[in-house]
């Protein structure tokens, strides 16, 4: 992986970790395209910098983050699913990571189905309390992110929505679960792979960071603005966009770098 590519990773990462279009789908198709998805360096990375990422939601909501035990708890039950589902399923996963034909398709269903999503949901209700009963739901909804594509950001948003929480106070409890959730995903990979880092690779992974850190930041204040006002469609129609030009390239015998 050379540093532009590196840099590009980074931005894509930066802008749409907290987006419901995919960070991860987005990464598999950019280094589909660079030719470097095989690449068990380029794997560990496109983890790893979510670290960055999660770094960013620390810091806009750091007032957030100093409250009661119950905060941490619900944070706690939420995150048990993913780390239990992606233990057993992590060489699954690591081959879905290097598949864009399953990006394409999760990208064009997610995006109907976040078209369609805000009239299903009612979004008129007030703030509430989260239940713990409430974060164990949305933490199973944040699994079906496990496959390349779907969003953990859309997923954990949805299933908070489902809830009864508001579109403001579903985004910002998918940042906070997103914490806890990238830092195990990423600390784990980071423990099977530290081994095979070499020197020049800490500086590809803290430029990684660093660049995903301050795109992710930017990208959040937009996030939460434009989703209250607006809602999902736009993202809807964007993933459907993407996700049939993918198709369309890949029908049409254009060569990505997929398995």
């Not at 398709?105 to 369609?116: C, D, E, K, N, Q």
């Not at 805000?118 to 309390?129: A, G």
């Not at 489902?162 to 600390?187: D, H, I, N, W, Y």
Request: charged share 15%; aromatic share 12%; glycine share 8%.
């Amino acid at each position: 992986m050379t540093i532009l590519q590196a840099i590009i990773l980074a931005i894509i990462e930066g802008i749409t970790e907290f987006l419901p279009v995919s960070s991860t789908g987005h990464m598999i198709i950019a280094s589909s395209f660079m030719g470097i998805s095989h690449d068990d360096f380029t794997k560990m990375f496109t983890v790893n910098i979510q670290f960055g990422a999660i770094l960013s939601v620390v810091v806009l909501y750091w007032k957030r983050f100093f409250q009661t035990v119950d905060f941490y708890v619900k944070l706690v039950i939420a995150v048990i699913p993913a780390l239990v589902l992606g233990f057993l399923l992590n060489d699954y996963i690591d081959s879905l990571l290097e598949n864009v034909v399953v990006v394409a398709i999760t990208l064009l269903v997610g995006g109907i189905i976040l078209i369609f999503i805000d009239k299903l949901v009612n979004d008129t209700v007030s703030e509430r309390e989260l239940s713990y009963f409430d974060a164990l739901k949305i933490g199973l909804f944040q699994c079906i992110a496990m496959i390349p594509g779907v969003s953990r950001s859309a997923s954990s948003i949805i299933g908070g929505m489902l809830q009864g929480l508001s579109r403001k106070q579903a985004a910002e409890f998918s940042f906070f679960l997103a914490v806890p959730t990238m830092a195990a995903a990423g600390g784990y990979k980071l423990l099977k792979t530290y081994d095979t880092i070499q020197a020049e690779d800490i500086k590809i992974l803290l430029l990684g960071n660093l660049i995903a850190f301050v795109v992710a930041m930017l990208a959040i204040k937009f996030f939460i603005s434009f989703l209250t006002k607006y809602g999902f469609k736009v993202f809807g129609y964007y993933r459907i966009i993407l996700g049939l030009i993918l198709l369309g390239l890949l029908a049409s015998g254009y060569k990505l770098d997929i398995v």
